[in-house]
């Protein structure tokens, strides 16, 4: 069996991820774990499947004729997992909505290697004064070379900058 990782993109319908599971399980392979949203009309996810090597070939095409039905698939090799040991690490940030902050955290974390493994992001508006306020969920995979204390104080000098409130803390 091969991982495959498949992305998928289209339009909010019923049914689109049972027409996707449905090829993976005619081509004999094993869904394994998905996330997937609904976001302003459109449909977007990212599936791992088990797929034996010599049902590759049908499963693509297959894959690929959900196009015709307004389903772009896209698939890719799994790829190797970092090495190194790594702590998981949970941000959670809220402040108001301006242009660049994810751009600003994002360079932050990548400047200290950490590794971003999941990220959740919304713009609302607040519930007292309806001001846009931006709120980001983080899962981050902090090398065990890097104290904790160091990345924190280096969001923190950052959050001032953008006026958000930022939290750590260890996944457990």
């Given at each position: 069996m091969d991982h495959l990782i498949l992305t998928v993109i289209a339009e909010d319908q019923p049914g689109l991820v049972e027409?996707?599971?449905?090829?993976?399980?005619?081509?004999?392979?094993n869904w394994l774990e998905s996330r997937m949203a609904r976001m302003a009309g459109q449909f977007a996810g990212i599936v791992r499947v088990d797929v034996p090597a010599e049902a590759h070939g049908g499963l693509i095409?297959?894959?690929?004729?959900?196009?015709?039905?307004?389903?772009?698939?896209?698939?890719?090799?799994?790829?190797?997992e970092p090495g190194g040991r790594f702590a998981a690490i949970r941000l959670e940030?809220?402040?108001?909505?301006?242009?660049?902050?994810?751009?600003?955290?994002?360079r932050v974390l990548a400047e200290q290697g950490v590794n971003l493994e999941s990220?959740?992001?919304?713009v609302a508006p607040a519930p007292m004064s309806g001001e846009l306020l931006f709120t980001a969920e983080a899962l981050l995979a902090v090398p065990e070379t890097l104290p904790l204390e160091k990345l924190q104080t280096?969001?923190?000098?950052?959050?001032?900058?953008?006026?958000?409130?930022?939290?750590?803390?260890?996944?457990e």
């Open positions: 027409r996707l599971a449905a090829c993976v399980a005619k081509h004999g392979g095409r297959e894959l690929e004729a959900l196009g015709a039905q307004g389903i772009r698939v896209q698939l890719a090799a799994s790829g190797s940030l809220v402040g108001n909505d301006r242009p660049g902050i994810v751009r600003d955290i994002t990220l959740l992001t919304e280096r969001l923190e000098t950052l959050a001032d900058d953008l006026m958000v409130e930022l939290n750590l803390r260890t996944e």
